[in-house]
């Protein structure tokens, strides 16, 4: 890919080819009984009941490291673009941003290069989007980045310092159109490239648990204002988010003036949650403290505060890891992700969960697991990227 000309405007970004890094593997058990786990919230093993150690290993490994990537940085995001599906992208810590011409098989770092290098390796890159050629960016310290060319120049994008929150999440809708969300639960849209955004919501969500404290949405007098695991469904662009705390969770649709928040139904904090098969009307999953998953009926209201969801428990011997992210390949094919690098597959739909070994030797946490057709990807800490071969 050609680099954008030096003569370049000064809000504009193109990017470069740098090095690589490679690292040595050890096992997890050398991991866990020799070193303290990086984020320790996630990946320590709970001592609620959770059984000592996982299911049984299936015994073929259906991923494969990704290697000749920068080493200690941990990877957040990645996306393809719909418009060329061998192209794709993923952001990091450390200013990392990598891209891929061949599906995945191989990466290469690219930097930014009307960014200055120490400025750069500053910043943490969390999320990453792309549809039809153009692309959208944001990390912390704050910032957005936007291309209109597939990734050959990107431009900067400013952002008020008077935003509710911290700008947190970042979604491709369509031509110079996307959606941002900020750690308060503002959730903007623009439709002119990110020259002017819209507000879509009327009020944080701190000021909504306030209007509606007599509710009896269980920890609501406890929050702190803040939203984290937002997801978005790309049908309905329905949103579902967990509170900082872990201790309810809320959605929103579009059309709506307020975020809609929800109790948990269990004691266990909540780590993640995400649409079933990305689809809000296929449900919603949640994992719990301790290593538990559950599964909700269809057709969920997440417009109303009324609506119980219907949470069943999969079963899953986690050993106490804590599950982190969990995809859908199919209908019947579902991985779950989590701390010490553990991996579980299910066939059929989610009810049951068996332990896979493909990153048995592989230290760390792995934080998301993403599906793009048939092509699917693990992301994590340490530099950790997985790539899916299939299992029999």
């Known amino acids: 890919m050609s680099a954008a000309t030096e003569d370049s405007s000064s809000s504009s970004s193109s990017i470069s080819s740098s090095s690589g890094n490679s690292d040595a593997g050890v096992s997890r058990r050398d991991l866990v009984t020799s070193t303290t786990v990086a984020v320790a919230a996630l990946s320590a093993v709970s001592v609620m009941g959770a059984s000592a150690q996982p299911a049984a290993a299936a015994s073929?490994?259906?991923?494969?490291?990704?290697?000749?990537?920068?080493?200690?940085?941990?990877?957040?995001?990645?996306?393809?673009?719909?418009?060329?599906p061998n192209h794709g992208w993923i952001v990091g810590s450390k200013g990392?941003?990598?891209?891929?011409?061949?599906?995945?098989?191989t990466w290469v770092p690219r930097s930014f290069v009307d960014l200055d290098p120490d400025e750069e390796v500053t910043y943490r890159f969390e999320r990453v989007s792309f549809k039809d050629g153009e692309g959208w960016i944001i990390g912390k310290p704050p910032i957005l980045l936007h291309t209109q060319d597939s990734g050959k120049s990107w431009e900067r994008i400013p952002l008020s310092p008077k935003l509710p929150g911290e700008p947190s999440t970042v979604f491709a809708t369509g031509p110079n159109s996307a959606e941002m969300t900020t750690s308060t639960g503002a959730v903007y849209k623009t439709t002119n490239a990110g020259r002017n955004w819209k507000a879509q919501v009327k009020?944080?969500?701190?000021?909504?648990?306030?209007?509606?404290?007599?509710?009896?949405?269980?920890?609501a007098s406890y929050f702190t204002g803040s939203i984290i695991s937002v997801v978005?469904?790309?049908?309905?662009g329905a949103y579902l988010a967990v509170s900082s705390r872990g201790n309810f969770f809320l959605t929103w649709v579009p059309g709506d003036d307020f975020w809609v928040?929800?109790?948990?139904?269990?004691?266990?904090?909540?780590?993640?949650?995400?649409?079933v098969k990305g689809d809000s009307s296929q449900g919603v999953w949640m994992s719990l403290n301790g290593g538990l998953l559950q599964v909700s009926e269809?057709?969920?209201?997440?417009?109303?505060?009324?609506d119980k969801f219907n949470f069943a428990d999969s079963k899953i011997r986690s050993g106490g890891y804590g599950i982190l992210d969990v995809c859908w390949k199919d209908d019947q094919e579902v991985w779950a992700v989590g701390g010490g690098g553990?991996?579980?597959?299910?066939?059929?739909?989610?009810?049951?969960?068996?332990f896979n070994k493909s990153a048995d030797n592989i230290p760390g946490?792995?934080?998301?697991?993403?599906?793009?057709?048939?092509?699917?990807?693990?992301?994590?800490?340490?530099?950790?990227?997985?790539?899916?071969?299939?299992?029999a």
């Open 60 to 84: 073929n490994a259906a991923w494969e490291q990704v290697t000749d990537l920068p080493m200690g940085a941990t990877l957040y995001d990645m996306d393809f673009d719909s418009k060329d």
């Open 261 to 275: 928040p929800h109790n948990r139904g269990t004691s266990r904090r909540i780590q993640n949650m995400g649409f």
């Open 365 to 391: 946490n792995l934080y998301k697991v993403k599906f793009f057709g048939d092509k699917g990807f693990v992301l994590g800490s340490e530099g950790i990227l997985l790539r899916y071969k299939g299992i």
């Open 342 to 354: 553990s991996m579980f597959v299910s066939k059929d739909g989610g009810k049951t969960f068996t």
């Open 203 to 219: 009020e944080t969500i701190d000021a909504t648990l306030n209007r509606i404290s007599a509710s009896g949405v269980q920890g």
């Open 232 to 236: 978005r469904d790309d049908i309905t």
């Open 298 to 306: 269809p057709a969920q209201d997440l417009s109303s505060s009324e």
């Open 96 to 105: 990392t941003f990598l891209e891929t011409t061949d599906a995945g098989k």
